[in-house]
């Protein structure tokens, strides 16, 4: 427990004297020492207040000549101002680090992506390969257009003229029987149903033309297989047309012939230059048709991967503009963060300035605080006189050791 050289008559404030006299330089107990004052001073409040700065005065004196204590005292202020000081120069090359170069070389990245972006815009074939893609793209989708009209026109009429039209001696010509300007009108007149089977009708060779495109992009020999099996399945397709319309022809010359003729037979279909002009006025402009649309996706692909690399390069100045305000926020959070351990270094500094106050004063404060109470019990006095008297012990404790600025590494 610790003790204290006190001289005779401190803290006397009576002319009564105390039933322990004090002798001069005599080193006394705390506790006997608070019950001395308690009846010295009659166990008031001020008198207290007192006994405690002058009990304080001499622990701090005290310890302030006590070099050693105090540098083993200040030893964690003096690691954490280290360490404060540390960090602000860490701060301080990183801000310098983003503001001289990071954010610097990431606004010259934003730069040459802009002045790529411009020369793809400017020569698209850099990037396609092709000088005349967006010409050729546009022509190509000019023709595919007119094939597609003239596909639906000539499929529409053909399967109107071999499935529901009868006929008349001056509509034997090939062209008459194959192009009808009013085989819609006659389908509508004839049912709704006949009118959605001519119009559909073009739409199954136009998908026969674009599953054969898409089995193009498979892999492998069997590809060859399927797209061979499609041509077929068309042109049996075409020739069925193709029969069904001459035989209509042909049976309408047998029919208003005076002399005898034969059963129209395949074998006559495929000798008459009718049933073949039928074939490649559909078949054949069918296979062109296929040939120009799979040029047009190809152009279209290559003008999209223009596209695709000018998304790319917007998406990489987005993303390089994103990390320039990152790095502002880091900037400014890290000005905080500096600011911060400047006021923690300040208060650090002021630490080591002062004599600092070891938790051993508090088992003094204490024991003189048992004595006070002590007499203070034994004169007889209130329950909240003491717990006053206690408080204000306590209280002034935890101003005088823990009021100082925490060293923590933060």
Same mark, same amino acid.
């Given at each position: 427990m ?12 009576? !002319?009564?004297?105390?039933?322990v ?10 506790? !006997? ?16 207040r ?47 680090t ?20 411009? !020369? ?47 006929f ?31 119009l ?11 599953l ?10 069997? &590809? ?5 099996v ?39 279909a ?48 987005e ?24 006021? &923690? ?14 938790q ?48 923590v590494n933060?």
């Open positions: 610790g003790i204290l050289k006190l001289t005779k008559g401190l803290f006397a404030v009576k !002319d009564t004297p105390p039933p006299p004090v002798q001069v330089e005599e080193k006394i107990n705390f506790q !006997d020492y608070g019950q001395h004052q308690a009846f010295m001073l009659g166990g008031s409040t001020p008198g207290l007192v006994c405690l700065q002058k009990v304080y005065y001499n622990f701090k004196e005290r310890i302030k000549d006590d070099h050693g204590k105090q540098e083993e005292l200040k030893r964690p202020a003096r690691i954490s101002l280290e360490e404060q000081k540390g960090r602000i120069e860490g701060w301080q090359n990183r801000i310098k983003l503001r001289e170069e990071s954010i610097p070389a990431t606004k010259d990245k934003i730069e040459t992506l802009k002045r790529e972006q411009a !020369d793809i815009r400017r020569n698209p074939q850099e990037v396609i390969g092709d000088v005349t893609g967006k010409a050729s793209f546009y022509i190509g989708a000019i023709i595919l257009l007119f094939l597609t009209l003239y596909l639906f026109t000539f499929y529409s009429s053909a399967s109107y003229s071999a499935f529901f039209k009868e008349s001696l001056n509509q034997i010509g090939v062209a008459s029987s194959i192009f009808d300007a009013q085989a819609l009108s006659k389908a509508m007149n004839d049912g709704v149903m006949e009118l959605v089977l001519i559909t009708v073009p739409f199954v060779f136009l998908g026969l033309g674009y054969i495109h898409k089995l193009q992009e498979e892999k492998g020999f069997k &590809k060859f297989g399927k797209i061979g499609l041509i077929l399945v068309t042109f049996v397709f075409d020739a069925i047309l193709a029969y069904e319309i001459t035989e209509k022809i042909y049976n309408i010359r047998k029919s208003n012939s005076f002399g005898d003729m034969p059963e129209y037979t395949v074998t006559m495929l000798n008459a230059i009718n049933f073949w002009l039928i074939i490649f006025a559909g078949f054949v402009v069918y296979l062109i048709w296929g040939f120009v649309f799979d040029f047009v996706l190809d152009a279209f692909g290559k003008l999209d991967k223009v596209k695709v690399v000018l998304r790319d390069k917007e998406r990489q100045v993303d390089a503009k994103r990390q320039i305000e990152e790095m502002q926020q880091d900037i400014d959070k890290m000005g905080h963060q500096i600011d911060y351990a400047r006021t &923690k270094v300040k208060e650090l500094n002021e630490t080591l300035n002062r004599t600092i106050i070891p051993e004063f508090e088992v003094e404060a204490f024991a003189f605080m048992t004595g006070w109470l002590a007499w203070m019990k034994g004169s007889g006095k209130s329950s909240g006189e003491m717990e006053e008297a206690s408080t204000i012990v306590h209280e002034f404790v935890r101003v005088s050791i823990y009021n100082y600025p925490t060293i933060e």
